[in-house]
Structures are given as structure tokens and as C-alpha cells.
């Protein structure tokens, strides 16, 4: 037989069974007495529990033992192994044989005991599982899998308790985590709570980032720094109390202790065995559960009552065992304050987000760690920016942690992109890239001072593309641009406009345009869709209890999605009326809450409105001695259509140029140079001759209409005669062709 090697455990039982038997001075070592001394392991009679009280059994053992002929007093002796002990290691030896185990260990002993015939140790045994054998197996190998230690040198290692291996010490690992740097008054108040005789239990509430493990973690550190201080002047300016020093602190994980629980009352005997073993070890250790709102039904079956948080309250309530709870506002609101029981226990302490400065003092001083770990240099400015861009752009989560993910993504894409150097440092630049990249914010937002050239060329570029409408495109620019400067009103959308005049002139287009040369997102409503009542509700979202309230608004979640966008509301004069009173608050405030509570943030949002309202009277307004244009009746239309104070909170409300002649031959050699481009993906060259660029341009001219009519005239009058002519003409393979016009409509010259 191959030579079989033992954990520290079995061999301890082995040799503690045989002190047993000295101790009541028995001939032979019995599997009576490995029973007995298996029974104070903390893993057997952690599995025990779930069936019988190991309690019950240990005495029931002992009254057997108590039975057994003694030797004489007096007389020296060695016990020996009997030969149902041989046979309980002969049968452990095979089945470690047998399988893929390494060692030895307790539960092969145990199924060795099991498959006894005629034995006490046997029949004690199966008598207190009660059939359950198969469930008490299966536990007893669980816990003992949480520590596979072999025969070694420190014993400690394998007898450690087994409701230690389902929690995690934060004392051992304090230095591997960032300091806390300031929350004095929040970590004063910690102590005091816990200093306290009833009630002693801390429940840190704050949003997520914000720091509250750090504040555990920022306890743990003062604890262990006081212990090496030995009478040394303080590190820090908070002392411990007496009776919280050499405090141990345990992070209990709720999915830890539910992994691989498989029957009714594994959770429960878990949860039994960690706070009865804390109970034991001392007074003076502390549990910590993050994320403690789930607890709260964690572990009940059906319709039971019994959970996590009501096995704890024992707990609470008698004050030898502390505990500090974690959670943020919203699961505190949904799930732990369902609890009276469990609320009156606790005594909140609030985490407020830290101010910019403060948030920049935190990042200062986590510097030198993330230099380290990236091997890079942040530069002073990068680390300001870092806080001010983070507070400004991303705004669906929390200093600090927010800004001290720009700082280590941006070391990490150091890493992975650029040679490394000695000097290597991080700037600005690197940390308005990364902003870009991960969080959807346009780069021209946060490029670094002097980079106005985009800026500079904003209002060419797209008077390049519109025509005519010199007024709109200045506005839209300038709007971008103080923004940049930062002169506009942090609390208010970039930009609230309202586009008045007849379709056609290019109202929608601006819009498009401002979006593709910023290289942002548009956002396009299309405000006819929303002529109801009910349905304006769709853009934050359906009341509770109606259909679709699960899925959110529309508009919020866009902007929630991508906040930095140009929003354009096409047409809305056409929405119901209460859209106006949605949209009073984002043009404020630049807020807009869900049907949820959630806040969607329009501060990056450049804001655009049309609307043709009135064009019906426009006309009768405009006359041969007039010199009122259709926008401007449209205007005086438009402000007997909106509500004061719509339109009062407005940045600008444009009026949009009839479209004349000269700028009808400007769109016309547009439309013509987009259809070029078409042409050229087909190898094909047109060239137009005088006569059909006058013909193309007086019928597509027309004011009613606008620019919408000179692509009808395209689409019917030039297009069909290339088409033909690149299907089954002359321009199959490409070529050259010549429109010109032939009594009075274009014709392909040949």
C-alpha cells in the first residue's frame, strides 16, 4: 500500500484519541475515543449542528467510555490501537487511496467510524444523525476543504477555527489598501458609537465612492498603528480609547456564507458558528458587513420571516459583539429601513461627498502610491484637473472615487501604450484624453487651454455647410465657446435655443452640423410623436403602476447615456402642452428626474428647439410694400403660441432668413457636389452646363418650400436620367457625361 500522508488535523485527533484513553485508563485505543475527541473540532462539530447537539452526543460517548473496564491504578501501561480503530484507519487509507485526496483527514476517519460493524462509536453516531449521514458528509468535507494544510511547522495554521475561513480579517491586510485621508469627525463619531455600552453599532451611510469602507479601513489602521506605537507619540491626531485597543475587526461576506449552502439551515448554522466563535475568541472584535441592506432577506424560505438580520439581532442587542454596517441612501431607503427591528439597533452616521478641495487633498496624498504602482509622475495640474473634470463631467457617480479612476486609467493606459521612461509623467493632456475615451465626454470640452484651434474654426466650418443663416450658426458658436471659457452658468444647460422660421431654411441642419463638428452625439426627438398627454410622460419615464414603468424616460436615460450631446426637439410646437413644463426645469436647472428619482444632467447639453409655428399666418403677413420677413411673423406668432416663461428662460431665440435667390444657389452647387461625390463611387464624372444649373435652380427656387423643394427637383429631374444611364447606358463601367438642357428639361448629351 502506497504511503499515506496525514493533514495536522487527523494526526492531532489521533494523538489527542490516544490521550483519551490514557485519561480513562482503557486497554485500547477505541474508535469510541476518536469519536469523543473529534467532537471538539471546531469543523465536525460545526457540520454536527445542523442535525444534533454535539453536546448530546459528547455525553452520551462518555457514559459508554464510562462503562468500559479500567487497568489498574498504579500500573504503568501503553495503550494500544484496538482492532476496530485499525480497521477505521485501514478503511480511511482506502478511500484517501481511492480518490483524488492527498492526505488523510478527518472526514475519512469519519466514514471509516460509519462503516463499522458492531460498534458503539458507529451506532452513537448514526443514532444522532438520524439518516442524515449523506448531508453530514457532505458539510463536514466543505468546512474541512477551507483549510488543506499538511503536516508542517505551525500548528496554529491547522487548527485555526473554521468560522475564521469564512471571514476575512482586515486587520492582516490594512496596509495593502489606501490610507483615509481627512473624515476626522466621521471617524470620531465611529468610536464613540462604538465606545458605547447599548447600541454600539455604526451604520456608515453615504453614496457609492464616497469612502465608507475607507472609514472602516481608516479604523483598522489607527487600531493596528496604536498597537506598535508602545508609548510613542500618536501618528495620528485621534487616539483610540481604551476599549477599542488591540481590537480585531472581521469583514463578514454575505456571498461567502451562501456559497455552497444546499439544505435549510447550512446559512443559519454558518452564521451561528462565526458570531459564537467571535463570542468566544474575545470581547473586543468588531464585525464588519458591507452592503449590509442584504441581509435582509437573506437566507429566508418562502414566506418566513427568519433571515440573516433577524438571526443578528440577538447580536446587536447584547452588546458583546459590535458591528458596522455599510450602504449607500437608496438601498438603505428599498430594503434596510423595512426593518424597525434592525434600524433601532443601529446609530447612523452619514458620508457626505467631499468638496473639490478636499477631493484634491485626497488625490495629493494617494499620489506617491499610484506613482509607484504605475511608475509614472503625476504633474500637479493633473492631479487638479483630474478632481475639477471628474466633478464636472461625470456626474452619475462620486468624489473622490470617481477622480481617482481618471488618475490610475490614465497611468494604466501609460503603461499599456507608451515606451516607459525614467521621466515619465502624466499631464493634462493624459488625463483629458482618458476623460474623453471612458466617460463619452467631448475631447474639445476638456482639451487643455491652448488648444483653441478647433474652437477658433468652429464658425468657418460650419458656415461653410449653412448657408444664409449667419445669426443661428453665431449664437450656437458662441454659446460653445463661453462655455469653454467658462463663463456661462454652471447650473444651466451650454446652450437653450429656439429655431423660428419656414421649412425648409435649414433649422434642423444647423443642429446636425454643430453635433458632427464637435464630434458629439445628436440626440433627435421628433416632437410630433408626443401630441398626447400620456405620451410626453414617456420621456421620463411611466408613473408607477402603469405599463412601460420599468423601463425609465427616454429622454432622461439618452441623456444619462451620453451627456455630453446636441438635444434637438424638432418641431415642437407640435408636443402637448405639459412638454413645456417638463422642459422649464432642464432649461433652470439642467435637472431632470426620472420616474425612478434618477437625475439626468444637462449641463454639457447644447439644447436646440424649432419650431415653424404660425407659418400659415406668415404669408398674409408678407406682401409687395412689406418689409416684415416670414420669420419675423412667424416670431410675433410664436410668442402668442409658448408660454412667458418657456420662452423667458431661453439663451436665444433665432429667427431663421427666408431663403433668397443667392442663397438657393449656394444649396443647389451643395446638393450637386453631394451628388458628385455619389457619382464618383461609380467612376462616373458629370458635368453641368449653364443652362441646366439656371434651369435646376429656378424650379427648385421657391420660398415656401425652401431647400426641401431643390432636392425634389434633383431627385425627379436629374437623377432618373443618370440612373438610366449607369444601369443600362453608356455610364455601365463609368465615364464622363454632359447635362444640358433641351427644350425646356435636362437632357444627357451623348
Not at 490521550?19 to 482503557?26: A, G, L, M, N
Not at 439544505?263 to 458587513?289: L, P, T
Amino acid at each position: 500500500m502506497p504511503q499515506i500522508q496525514q493533514t495536522l488535523r487527523a494526526s492531532r485527533m489521533l494523538n489527542k484519541a490516544y490521550e483519551c484513553c490514557k485519561e480513562y485508563r482503557h486497554e485500547f485505543i477505541m474508535p469510541e475515543h476518536l469519536l469523543l475527541v473529534m467532537t471538539d473540532d471546531q469543523n465536525f462539530s460545526a457540520a454536527l449542528l445542523a442535525t444534533c447537539s454535539p453536546l448530546q452526543l459528547q455525553d452520551r460517548i462518555r457514559e459508554y467510555l464510562e462503562s468500559v473496564e479500567t487497568m489498574p491504578e498504579g500500573k504503568e501501561y501503553t495503550p494500544e490501537a484496538s482492532a476496530q480503530l485499525s480497521r477505521v484507519i485501514e478503511l480511511a487509507i482506502q478511500q484517501v487511496a481511492s480518490s483524488s485526496a492527498e492526505a488523510l483527514d478527518i472526514p475519512h476517519l469519519t466514514k471509516g467510524i460509519l462503516a463499522l460493524e458492531d460498534s458503539w462509536a458507529a451506532y452513537l453516531l448514526k443514532d444522532a444523525l438520524n439518516g442524515r449521514e449523506a448531508d453530514f458528509m457532505s458539510q463536514l468535507i466543505d468546512y474541512c476543504d477551507f483549510d488543506d494544510s499538511m503536516e508542517g511547522d505551525d500548528e496554529e495554521t491547522g487548527s485555526q477555527a473554521a468560522w475564521k475561513r469564512l471571514v476575512t480579517c482586515m486587520n492582516d491586510c490594512y496596509q495593502q489598501q489606501n490610507p483615509l485621508i481627512g473624515r476626522e469627525q466621521e471617524l470620531k463619531r465611529t468610536i464613540q458609537v462604538l465606545c458605547r455600552r447599548d447600541k454600539n453599532n455604526p451604520l456608515i451611510v453615504g453614496e457609492p465612492g464616497v469612502g465608507k469602507t475607507a472609514l472602516v479601513r481608516g479604523l483598522v489602521r489607527l487600531i493596528e498603528e496604536d498597537k506598535t506605537a508602545h508609548g510613542e507619540q500618536p501618528r495620528q491626531t485621534i487616539s483610540i480609547p481604551k476599549r477599542l485597543k488591540g481590537s480585531r475587526i472581521y469583514q463578514l461576506d454575505l456571498g461567502t456564507l451562501l456559497a455552497g449552502t444546499q439544505y435549510r439551515g447550512d446559512f443559519e448554522n454558518r452564521i451561528k458558528m462565526i458570531m459564537d466563535g467571535i463570542q468566544a475568541e474575545s470581547n473586543n472584535s468588531i464585525v464588519y458587513i458591507d452592503e449590509i441592506h442584504t441581509l435582509v432577506g437573506a437566507g429566508a424560505t418562502g414566506d418566513s420571516a427568519m433571515d440573516a438580520s433577524n438571526m443578528l439581532k440577538p447580536y446587536l442587542e447584547s452588546g458583546t459583539i459590535r458591528f458596522i454596517g455599510s450602504t449607500t441612501y437608496e438601498e438603505y431607503n428599498r430594503y434596510f429601513s423595512r426593518s424597525k427591528g434592525l434600524i433601532r439597533r443601529f446609530q447612523q452616521i452619514d458620508i457626505s461627498e467631499p468638496t473639490v478641495d478636499e477631493a484634491k487633498n485626497i488625490l495629493r496624498q494617494l499620489q506617491p502610491r499610484y506613482e509607484e504602482f504605475h511608475e509614472v509622475k503625476y504633474d500637479d495640474e493633473a492631479i487638479d484637473f483630474a478632481v475639477e473634470a471628474s466633478a464636472k463631467h461625470i456626474n452619475d457617480r462620486f468624489l473622490p472615487d470617481k477622480a481617482i479612476d481618471l488618475i490610475d486609467e490614465a497611468g494604466a493606459a501609460f503603461e499599456s501604450e507608451k515606451e516607459k521612461a525614467a521621466a515619465a509623467q502624466i499631464t493634462k493632456a493624459d488625463i483629458a484624453d482618458v476623460l474623453a475615451k471612458t466617460c463619452k465626454v467631448d475631447a474639445l470640452a476638456v482639451a487643455q487651454d491652448d488648444d483653441y484651434q478647433q474652437l477658433e474654426s468652429l464658425a468657418p466650418r460650419m458656415l461653410s455647410q449653412i448657408y444664409g443663416q449667419d445669426e443661428a450658426i453665431r449664437q450656437v458658436v458662441e454659446a460653445v465657446q463661453m462655455s469653454r471659457a467658462g463663463l456661462l452658468d454652471d447650473n444651466k444647460p451650454l446652450a437653450s435655443l429656439l429655431f423660428v422660421g419656414p421649412t425648409g431654411v435649414g433649422k434642423t441642419e444647423v443642429a446636425r452640423v454643430l453635433a458632427r463638428e464637435l464630434g458629439i452625439e445628436l440626440i433627435r426627438f421628433d416632437m410630433s410623436e408626443y401630441t398626447e398627454k400620456h405620451t410626453v410622460a414617456k420621456l421620463i419615464g411611466s408613473p408607477a403602476g402603469y405599463v412601460g414603468y420599468e423601463d425609465g424616460g427616454l429622454l432622461t436615460d439618452a441623456i444619462r447615456k451620453t451627456p455630453n450631446a446636441v438635444l434637438l426637439l424638432d418641431e415642437i410646437e407640435k408636443a402637448h402642452q405639459d412638454i413645456y413644463n417638463i422642459l422649464l426645469q432642464v432649461m433652470d436647472y439642467a435637472r431632470l428626474t426620472d420616474n425612478k428619482g434618477r437625475k439626468a444632467d444637462f449641463r454639457n447639453v447644447v439644447l436646440i428647439m424649432t419650431s415653424n409655428a404660425g407659418a400659415q399666418f406668415a404669408s398674409h403677413s408678407v406682401g409687395f410694400n412689406s418689409s416684415v420677413s416670414r420669420g419675423e411673423a412667424m416670431m410675433k406668432q410664436v410668442k402668442r403660441t409658448f408660454k412667458p416663461e418657456f420662452l423667458n428662460r431661453l439663451s436665444g431665440a433665432v429667427v431663421f432668413r427666408d431663403m433668397d435667390r443667392e442663397m438657393a444657389t449656394l444649396i443647389l452647387r451643395k446638393k450637386l457636389r453631394e451628388l458628385e461625390d455619389k457619382l464618383e463611387a461609380k467612376h462616373v464624372r458629370m458635368t453641368l452646363s449653364a443652362e441646366a444649373f439656371d434651369h435646376l435652380l429656378n424650379t427648385g427656387f421657391t420660398a415656401e418650400y425652401g431647400a426641401r423643394e431643390m432636392d425634389r427637383v434633383i431627385a425627379q429631374q436629374l437623377k432618373p436620367l443618370l440612373m438610366r444611364e449607369i444601369l443600362f447606358g453608356s455610364l455601365k463601367n463609368g465615364g464622363e457625361t454632359t447635362i444640358s438642357l433641351k427644350d425646356g428639361s435636362l437632357a444627357i448629351g451623348r
